[in-house]
Every structure is written in C-alpha cells, then in structure tokens.
C-alpha cells in the first residue's frame, strides 16, 4: 500500500492525463440556492431516489453527491452535467454511457456524513471509499472475516486508537478495491493483484479514505472541490 496523498487547492480547469487518478473531495453540506442547482442536473431516475429518503439532511446530502459528481465528470467532458449519461451495470457498478458502452472517462463516488470522494480516471478501472472512523466498529471479529491472519495479528497487538485507525486504514483500501472491480464484501478478503495501486488518502482526525486503480497510476492528484456558484453548475 502507497502512502497517505494529501490535498491542493482545486483547478479551474482540470485535465487528466492518462497516467494520472484524480481525487476529489466534496463537502456536501451546501447553500440552499446550490443544493438546488445541483438537484437540478440529477435525472429523473435520480431524482425519483432521492425522495425516497426519510429524512432532509440524507436526501440533501446524497443529492449534493450525485450533483457534485457530475459537475466534476462534465469539467473534464466540457458538456452540460445534466446531459450525462449514468447508468449502472449488472453488478450495480455505476459507469458513465456512452453511445450504449462505457465512456473512456471512469469514476467511483464514496460519501459518509457530509463528505464525499469522487475518483476519476481514464480507461482504468477506479474505486474509492470514506469511512468515519469508529471504535466500536474496529471489533476483531471482524476483522478475522474480513482480513489476514496476519493483518489481524497485527491489530490485535495494538492499542484501542491505533487500531481503530489501522482497522479503517485496511477497510477502506480493500472496499476501494471491490468498489473498483465492481464487487461487495465478499471481495474485503482478497489482495489487490500485481499491477493495482492502492493509496491512502489523508482526510484528517476522525476519518479514513483510500482509492484503488486498475494498472497502477503515475500520480493520485488530489483536489478538494469548492462547489461552484449556481449559475456554473448549471451552465
């Protein structure tokens, strides 16, 4: 596993060159006037989940997700975010389409609370995950399903808060990878493969993030999204 890949300020105008992953991170909790332009590049599909929520704040919150990551996939597509095209395959891995195929442009989006991630790469396969961190939620018996035997060895030898960061440490590298191969947890147990990058990414006290990438990856450039005025999200 790489090292922890910290933050810049965010471009104007962002390129990806076909070596590179970039990481964006998104706080979801917006202005009233942005939440609904973003709302507004959602599909009706999207829109219809959405409702289904029971509560404002996780309605509001996954909306400014699915939003914001359509902004960023139609800054490096220079087109409208609501004329893309999202769909979901028979894995429920969701892919952006493209003359009935996957685009060359892939992405994952990861969210807890009022943060998400959002990974971009071309012709790669990406994944990413956020989890906050949560001591009653680093229990070994867990980590005996989900990890090594070596791996949980190692946690099991280690004070309550330094394991609480090492058990997400490991739980969100091998969530990005399923979340890359389009899996769920029954993928936890396996190894990323020879040719996979996995790295950490830092996100500060009280949570853990990593992304996964198909064919390694020159740089993880990491930018922290400032949701833009209104009238550019919709434009």
């Known amino acids: 596993m790489s090292p922890a890949v910290a933050w810049a300020p965010a471009p104007s105008a962002p390129t990806l060159p076909p070596g590179e992953v970039h990481v964006w991170r998104v706080d979801l909790d917006v202005p009233p006037a942005r939440l609904a332009a973003l709302a507004a590049t959602l599909s009706g599909i999207e829109r219809e ?8 704040r996780h309605r509001d919150r ?9 902004v960023i996939l139609a800054g490096y597509l220079r087109q409208p975010a609501a004329s893309l095209d999202l769909a979901a395959d028979a894995n429920s891995k969701p892919f952006l389409r493209e003359n009935d195929a996957p685009a060359p442009l892939r992405f994952s989006l990861a969210h807890t609370d009022g943060v998400a991630l959002v990974a971009v790469a ?30 949980t060895l190692a946690l099991a030898g280690m004070p309550p808060a330094l394991r609480c960061r090492a058990f997400f440490a490991l739980w969100t590298a091998r969530e990005a990878y399923a979340k890359a191969i389009g899996r769920g947890l029954e993928a936890m147990n396996d190894t990323p493969p020879a040719g996979w990058t996995v790295r950490q990414l830092a996100l500060g006290p009280g949570y853990a993030g990593a992304v996964a990438v198909e064919r390694g990856a020159e740089a993880v450039r990491c930018w922290h999204w400032d949701t833009p005025s209104a009238a550019r999200v919709t434009s």
């Open 49 to 56: 989940r959405a409702l289904r929520f029971r509560f404002d």
């Open 122 to 151: 071309w012709q790669r396969e990406v994944g990413v995950d956020i989890e906050r961190e949560a001591p009653d939620r680093a229990d070994l018996g867990v980590a005996r399903r989900m990890f090594t035997a070596d791996e």
């Open 62 to 70: 996954w909306t400014a997700a699915r939003g914001a990551l359509r």
